[in-house]
């Protein structure tokens, strides 16, 4: 069963994908807003799928920590529903994307449209100034710059592997609030593979990091916030697991 639900929700997220992306091709020439409202109204059928579905809750704490205006936001990342939460959560998200998903049919064009930032995560040193540039340049408009300081994906309780050049030029260009945004969600979601369990997701926004903490500062606190409080949610979700299989 849980196979089966798990296919359907594929189906679901991809089909809603072509939909909403066909439906939406006259908002490539509107303002960005718009993309921008448009990505939110997908991220949450996402967790309505996941709830009617397979059986999967998702909550959202500590929305009261999300400062308004231009921010850092610096996420534990397991899978893909990572990168939608900010468009929950805050006003007008530019997500650092690999460049690679620039190529995916809708996802692509309306990335391009709303002003992401796609990379070569194996790039050089002129690729990082170049993120930093675009960046700094969305960051004067206000809108909240989301880094998964990692990567990638990783499993829920693996070993940390912070990267510190990405997240530091970063804050050393933008001086505003760094926000860690913990997660188990890949108790459920897998960052590979098709299987969805039953379960319960929750993101966590801690309080903000101050600006201006010079580098090694920074990434201690941002690793040790960011590690205590999702290895707490992974404990969380993992009871809640056990719960549901009994």
């Known amino acids: 069963m849980t196979f089966l639900r798990s296919i359907l929700f594929v189906i679901w997220m991809y089909g809603l994908m072509a939909i909403m992306g066909i439906l939406f091709l006259p908002t490539l020439v509107m303002p960005k807003g718009v993309i921008l409202w448009g990505i939110s109204v997908y991220a949450r059928s996402l967790i309505l799928g996941l709830r009617l579905i397979c059986g999967i809750e998702t909550e959202i704490r500590g929305q009261q920590n999300m400062p308004r205006g231009t921010v850092l936001y610096a996420g534990k990342h397991h899978c893909m529903l990572d990168v939608f939460i900010p ?7 530019v997500v650092i994307m690999k460049k690679e998903l620039l190529w995916y ?8 449209k709303a002003a ?10 002129k690729t990082l100034k170049k993120m930093v540039a675009d960046a700094t340049e969305r960051a004067a408009d206000g809108r909240q710059i989301v880094i998964f300081p990692e990567g990638t994906r990783v ?21 505003e609030p760094i926000v860690p945004v913990a997660t188990n969600a890949g108790l459920c979601w897998p960052g590979r593979g098709l299987k969805r ?7 966590e926004i801690l309080p903000p990091i101050p600006a201006g903490l010079a580098r090694r500062d920074l990434m201690t606190r941002l690793e040790t916030e960011l590690e205590t409080a999702s290895n707490a949610l992974i404990e969380e979700g993992r009871a809640v697991q056990a719960r549901l299989s009994t």
Do not use: N
């Open 87 to 93: 468009f929950i959560v805050t006003r007008a998200p």
């Open 197 to 203: 369990s039953k379960g319960k997701i929750v993101y």
């Open 105 to 112: 049919p809708f996802l692509g064009w309306y990335a391009l």
């Open 116 to 125: 992401m930032i796609p990379i070569d995560r194996e790039g050089t040193t």
């Open 155 to 175: 499993e829920p309780g693996a070993p940390p592997a912070y990267h510190a050049a990405g997240l530091s030029a970063l804050a050393k260009a933008i001086v």
